[in-house]
């Protein structure tokens, strides 16, 4: 069964670096999102992505978040100037054109921020 | 108010138990999700449903569009069923608005 991979699965950077948390979705999937889980909160939107360009953000994705799809397989989400509150599980996941797609999860980036 | 509102947030239940999860939502959606999570791990789809009822293995997920309410029931429960279990919307546009999740414990 075709999958979202998601890389790193860890990765611990200092306050103020900037971090790119790669993932490839399924290849025919045409809509591409991030979404991050703060330890012990629920899931929340990031960003959603499609026709090469941001297509819905959150107000959480401010402008030290930024995505792009750089080859026409990964899909990539950059935190400019990492803070301690970035510390959050993040996951990518695709969808499919038309209809009603169902969504498909990477096994998530823990990114921890010291 | 939460937009997507799970009960209970948390659940013990002995094995072979019948299960049922509630999901109440107060925005119009296309689509509505059932989703599993693993302590420290990725979420998969179990169920996407926009009316009526499925039925996949021991599980079983219905909405009611009208009440604006989803169940997701688990038949003849086993410990490997125990994990955090997410009930998600999705609207107008494709992203999803996730619950708060409900954390299931099946115990031997």
């Known amino acids: 069964e075709p999958e979202v991979t998601q890389t790193p699965s860890h990765q611990v950077t200092q306050m103020g670096q900037e971090v790119i948390l790669r993932c490839v979705p399924i290849s025919n999937h045409l809509y591409f999102y991030w979404y991050r889980q703060i330890l012990g909160q629920k899931v929340e939107f990031l960003v959603s992505?499609?026709?090469?360009?941001?297509?819905?953000k959150s107000e959480i994705f401010d402008d030290q978040f930024s995505v792009e799809r750089p080859d026409g397989s990964n899909f990539t989400l950059k935190i400019r100037s990492t803070k301690l509150e970035d510390s959050a599980m993040y996951f990518c996941a695709s969808s499919r054109p038309g209809g009603t797609p169902g969504y498909t999860f990477g096994s998530g980036t823990r990114l921890t921020v010291v | 108010k939460n937009e997507v509102e799970q009960s209970p947030q948390n659940l013990t239940a002995q094995e072979g138990e019948f299960i049922t999860i509630n999901c109440s939502y107060s925005v119009g959606i296309s689509a509505l999700h059932w989703l599993q999570q693993h302590p420290g791990g990725g979420i998969v789809s179990l169920f996407m449903?926009?009316?009526g009822k499925k039925k996949h293995g021991r599980l079983i997920a219905t909405i009611n569009i009208q009440e604006k309410h989803s169940s997701l029931h688990i038949t003849a429960s086993h410990p490997r069923d125990s994990a955090v279990y997410i009930c998600a919307v999705r609207g107008a546009t494709n992203k999803l608005i996730f619950g708060t999740g409900t954390l299931l414990a099946v115990q031997p």
């Open positions: 992505f499609y026709n090469n360009e941001i297509s819905e």
């Open positions: 449903l926009s009316s």
